[in-house]
């Protein structure tokens, strides 16, 4: 346990911090699956109004260090993909 006043304020923003994260990372993953749901109805417009909706959250995500850029971009890149393969 935390024994000095600082190590408990860190330990209390530390953990405010964590929820925030948790919080951000859920509407991400969330933000993904409906992108996804929307591909396999097969959709074409439906899919690209959910991959629009996304890449904000994804590239926010990134700003606020919750993941990697190049794991953003790598999930926008395989999401554009299934999005575009519905228009052909």
């Known amino acids: 346990m ?4 600082q190590a408990r304020k860190r330990a209390k923003q530390t953990e405010v911090r964590r929820k925030h994260n948790a919080s951000q990372r859920s509407g991400m993953r969330t933000a ?4 996804i749901a929307a591909v396999e109805s097969g959709d074409y417009e439906a899919a690209n109004a959910a991959y629009s909706s996304t890449v904000p959250i994804l590239d926010r995500a990134v700003t606020h260090g919750i993941i990697h850029k190049n794991k953003a971009a790598r ?9 575009l393969a519905l228009k052909a």
């Not at 993904?32 to 992108?35: D, S």
């Not at 999930?75 to 999005?83: A, D, F, G, P």
């Open 75 to 83: 999930h926008k890149s395989r999401l554009n993909t299934r999005v």
């Open 32 to 35: 993904i699956k409906k992108t």
């Open 2 to 5: 935390a024994n000095s006043a």
